[in-house]
């Protein structure tokens, strides 16, 4: 029985914040509903290949939460579902609640028969479109729940190839979506994040110059799962990158882009200066930055690879890149340091590109609080927590922490009159 709230506590989102919160809460006695608008949980992070400040794999943290969830009743997980409207009232909130189709049900086992079958191709979105994938797919190798989804709208008319190859009669292709309306006594908003878009980048070379990639790609392309088995490749050619610039604040604490700091772009690049230099001792690495921000115990890493041979800090801000000869690119920077605009090449260049809330697109229907960045705020009296990087950017540490706030805050917020 719920001991602690009336009704449920609605945590939306489950990044790595919105699970550990959903967690917690139910751990003190709550019930919980936990909603993902995507086939499987743990957001971002899971896109990763290592994260700081150990260097570890992602997927070990998550699936100690997933063996977590496994065990507690109180959690009703939906996946593939989005909130399509939201009502306070008096006692808490009403929340109407969509679910996709589900075409694979959970008899699936996750064989893999239906994916080595099916014809149709789709852009891989766990390696965000870096490769191709089948319309019928585990959404990727750590994904929970293991159940199969299916991408409907690429099935070409009067296939059903995987249907007749499944033996566990798992795939419905004429499965219909679910609405329902449930209500909560509390809402913890774990919405997370995406990258900046690359594109926008124009004076960078983001989207037009091949060999510019985003700090979000390089994740991918090092995992053993990514769309390059884990090989750091330059786009243009397939070949291993000689000379690799991290180009920091790319789009970041700019008017003109993100006026604010995300706070792990730092981080992240160091962290990929040492993939790059663990896979291509040969390879020289330059890290362009105007600040160098290493909080905590993150400070280990930065002094790790400043100390690395052939890693150099430049304290520079680049204003324009452009082709070079051949495949090559041109950077054009202020050496503050040596108080000059100097001219350099590289042939692969990582854009440190920063965090914009989930918040900004509208796609959660509710009255949140806001501030001039589209983080979202607290509003007790609304009983609306909000957690992780919905609330500020940062770095997982602090998502777990922020997530144990919540969780408490959510329960405090329930129980107000
Ligand atoms: C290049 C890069 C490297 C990084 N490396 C590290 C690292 O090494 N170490 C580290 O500590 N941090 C790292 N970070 C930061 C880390 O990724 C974030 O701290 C983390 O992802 C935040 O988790 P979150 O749960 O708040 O958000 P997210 O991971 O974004 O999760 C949010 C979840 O909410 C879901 N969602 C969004 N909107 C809705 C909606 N309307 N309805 C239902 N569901 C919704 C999303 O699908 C997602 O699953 C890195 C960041 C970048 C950019
Ligand atoms: S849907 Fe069927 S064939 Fe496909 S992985 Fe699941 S059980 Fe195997
Ligand atoms: S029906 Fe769709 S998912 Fe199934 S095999 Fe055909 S193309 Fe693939």
Not at 36 to 50: D, F, M, T, Y
Not at 183 to 212: F, I, M, Q, R
Not at 355 to 362: I, K, P, Q, T, Y
Not at 373 to 397: C, H, M, T, W, Y
Request: net charge negative; glycine share 8%; hydrophobic share 40%.
């Amino acid at each position: 029985m719920n001991t602690m709230t009336k009704q449920p506590i609605l945590v939306v989102g489950a990044g790595i914040t919105g699970v550990s919160a959903a967690l917690e809460a139910a751990e003190t006695g709550c019930d919980v509903i936990l909603v993902e608008r995507e086939p499987a949980i743990g957001g971002r992070v899971l896109r990763n290949h290592n994260y700081f400040p150990k260097l570890c794999p992602p997927a070990c943290g998550m699936e100690i939460n997933t063996r977590r969830l496994e065990r507690n009743s109180r959690v009703r997980v939906l996946t593939n579902t989005r909130v399509t409207e939201a009502n306070a009232g008096a006692d808490g909130w009403s929340v109407k609640l969509a679910s996709a189709p589900a075409y694979v049900n959970d008899r699936c086992t996750g064989c893999g028969e239906c994916a080595k079958v099916c014809p149709a191709k789709v852009p891989d979105p766990h390696n965000l479109g870096m490769n191709e994938t089948t319309a019928i797919r585990s959404p990727h190798v750590d994904a929970w729940p293991t159940t199969y989804t299916l991408d409907r709208s690429a099935c070409p008319a009067d296939c059903k190839a995987c249907v007749e190859a499944c033996k566990y009669e798992a795939i419905d292709l004429n499965a219909s979506a679910k609405d329902e309306t449930v209500s909560a006594s509390s809402v913890v908003v774990a919405t997370g994040w995406h990258p900046y878009p690359l594109e926008k980048l124009t004076e960078l070379g983001g989207g037009e110059l091949k060999n510019v990639i985003a700090n979000v790609n390089m994740e991918r392309m090092v995992a053993p799962t990514g769309p390059t088995e884990g090989k750091i490749l330059k786009p243009s050619n397939g070949e291993p990158p000689k000379k690799v610039a991290f180009v920091q604040c790319a789009g970041s604490r700019d008017v003109n882009h993100l006026p604010y700091c995300s706070a792990v772009c730092c981080l992240a690049s160091l962290k990929q200066a040492i993939y790059v230099r663990e896979q291509l001792p040969e390879a020289e690495v330059t890290i362009y930055y105007i600040d160098r921000r290493a909080p905590g115990r993150n400070e280990d890493v930065l002094t790790r690879v400043a100390e690395m041979d052939g890693v150099k800090l430049v304290k520079g801000k680049v204003g324009k890149i452009e082709q070079g000869q051949g495949d090559g690119l041109k950077l054009r920077l202020e050496d503050v340091e040596a108080g000059q605009i100097v001219e350099t090449e590289a042939d692969m260049v990582v854009l440190a590109t920063g965090m914009v809330s989930n918040l900004v697109n509208g796609d959660l229907p509710m009255n949140l609080t806001k501030d001039e960045d589209n983080f979202g705020l607290d509003s007790l009296e609304q009983k609306v927590i909000v957690a992780g990087v919905a609330r500020r950017p940062e770095d997982v540490a602090a998502c777990v922490r922020d997530a144990t706030g919540a969780a408490a805050k959510s329960v405090i917020a329930a129980r107000r009159a």
